[in-house]
């Protein structure tokens, strides 16, 4: 079993849809759940960082996270075509490495 | 402010062969990352280093792959000699220090195909 799952799409959505992303884990000594942003042929971007339990909103994304149930969401309202991409989950520990742990993606389209 | 610059983009060599990437991090980025991306799957951490020192090297396959920083700024990653399953985007991160490992800037990656 990965310690990260993530459905890995494709997502297609039309313009303005409300899209929902999704990664569960295995790994209880998670602390930290980013999600990262890549576009076709380059790296990822951060997108948004939490730590613990709890939701937070920047602008039209939010992240939540339950960690009784291990799961993490990524909410994007009003959908754009230029959010499409490839949305990585990452989580880390509490230890001093802050070593990433990433789901494998999934692949969103947001159509005109 | 600069980000994190990678060469070459893209490399194409027969297996067997050797290839080395290169990486600059940001200016003052203590902490650098490398990470092997396979088509259709997340980045997967090869090494970390904080300065010019391994902090983890774990999941590096030493067999065939090395890495430095030798002035604890620009980095090196090579593989010598390359298997098919090499075939990966090599992704250069780096991040201020090991505390702030969550928030990692990346690279546009070399895209290395092994034929």
């Not at chain 1, 992303?21 to 790296?43: I, V």
């Not at chain 2, 090494?47 to 620009?74: C, H, M, T």
Request: proline share 5%; glycine share 8%; hydrophobic share 30%.
């Amino acid at each position: 079993q990965k310690e990260v799952e993530q459905d890995p799409g494709p997502l297609s959505v039309p313009e303005g849809a409300i899209v929902s992303l999704n990664c569960t884990y295995s790994n209880s000594a998670f602390q930290y759940f980013m999600w990262y942003r890549q576009y076709s042929r380059k790296g990822p971007e951060l997108l948004m960082y939490t730590y613990s339990s709890g939701n937070k909103e920047d602008g039209r994304f939010t992240a939540q996270v339950d960690k009784s149930s291990k799961y993490i969401s990524l909410f994007i309202r009003d959908s754009q075509p230029s959010d499409s991409a490839t949305y990585l989950c990452a989580m880390s520990g509490s230890g001093s490495a802050r070593q990433l742990t990433f789901g494998s993606g999934t692949q969103l389209t947001v159509l005109p | 402010e600069a980000g994190v610059a990678q060469s070459p983009r893209y490399k194409i060599i027969e297996k067997r062969q050797s290839v080395a990437f290169w990486c600059n991090p940001i200016s003052g980025h203590a902490t650098l990352y490398w990470y092997q991306q396979i088509l259709g799957q997340g980045p997967k951490l090869l090494i970390q280093f904080q300065n010019n020192g391994v902090v983890d090297d774990s999941q590096l396959p030493k067999d065939r792959f090395s890495a430095e920083r030798l002035k604890g700024v620009d980095s090196t990653l090579k593989i010598q000699p390359a298997k098919l399953e090499d075939s990966a985007v090599y992704l250069c991160a780096s991040s201020l220090d090991r505390a702030s490992g969550n928030e990692q800037f990346f690279g546009p990656g070399t895209r290395l195909t092994v034929l």
